[in-house]
């Protein structure tokens, strides 16, 4: 363990005082920044190999200081190193350990850099790492998504438009439906990254670097693409954070959307699903209550999502180039969103593994509430009558089965021909919420056949 506390600033050279007690605490970012520690080593290390390639230092030097911050990386990684808080942010301390470690050379490694492109650094090899997670676990809820349609492709359920019963459809269909939020999502996020993978490091301060820095040798060796085409640019812009925290706000809308459904279905109002027990938790005064809190801290945590997103924007949008130690302030909030999204995808990924349907219930839904007036519609016009008519019509017979407290299905030919003479005995076969699904074997509709390319289509994407 590390103790000793090293009070000396590294940019101590201009200043007579020491700096206020309150003022350190308020700087520092190190209380969060230290999560950047692994990034900032591989920095620093292919950073010193290129200054000994370049002969800025020699290949000695440059040896004996990678050796010690592999050194410094794997106490860390151990996690038997005391992140002192004295020291400002994360790049101070790994510089002050190595200068403990291996004494003077140490203090060349920071020739040609600044923490301004090291901290960008660190930043983008963050979110490059943190991009390739969500994406994959978007991948593995999509797997369950569609595991949960396959399951489940001959049971029907009401559709709903304004939260009132529309359509009969296939239950696959609606879950099929976050399988492609999910999609765009993981391609929001995959698309984001060629932004990201862009190497920062040699923009210096902000004007460049004097020496003759090797930046595609670092480019390589950190695996980034590309290096940054203007210093200037490169140390002040966070736009690849807020693309990170945009992606992670419209994912997590749609965890919240699903959420939502978790909630309402499994109220006894709807009484559609049933969440698996170990899932949820009781309340301490109501014996009988079963609470949905999986689903509803879900819906819960997007608001702090959002909320990360607006705060950067808001932190962002007056800044003068170049760094400002208003940049500071897109720590948090991305680590959180990390956090929080990488979190609530498991966590509902678990729940949608061990949910059960209630078929029974949810045929009685489809089964009232005059879902097939549409198909009732489409009818009269396959009979000769224009669809605003048909529509019209099919709407007063709503209204005289809704008087006489019956469905569509349950009128009598007799009273269906007072409406429109051309109504025949195959009407009721129209009416019939299976068929209402099976006609709609159109792409992009809930017919079974549909349903079932989908699901082929979706494990073709998912690669499996
Ligand atoms: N802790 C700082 C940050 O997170 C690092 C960069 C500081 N640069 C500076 N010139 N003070 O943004």
Redesign the pocket.
Known sequence: MRKKKMSQKTWGGRFKETIDEVVDRFNA?LPF?QRLYAQDIEGSIAHCRMLGEQGIISKEEGSLIIDALGEIKREMERGDYAFDKGH????TLVEKALIEKVGAVGEKLHTGR???D??ALDVRMFVKDAIHRVASLIKEMQGVLVILAEKHIDLIAPGYTHLQRAQPILLSHHLLAYYEMLKRDRQRFLESHKRVNIMPLGSA?LAGSTFPLDREMVAKELGFEEISNNSMDAVSDRDFVLEFLFASAVLMMHLSRLGEEMVIWSSKEFDFVILPDAFCTGSSIMPQKKNPDVPELVRGKTGRVYGHLMALLTTMKGLPLT?N?D??E??EPLFDTVDTVEQCLMVMARVLKEVSFDKEVMRKAVDKGYLVATDLADYLVRKGMTFRKAHETAGKMVLHAIDQNKELGQLTLKEMKGFARQIEKDVYQWLEPSFCVTRRNIPGGTGPDMVRKSIVKAWEELGS
């Open positions: 970012s920044d400002e942010d994360i790049h600044s923490r301004n090291q901290v301060a760094y130690k940049l500071q897109d720590k």
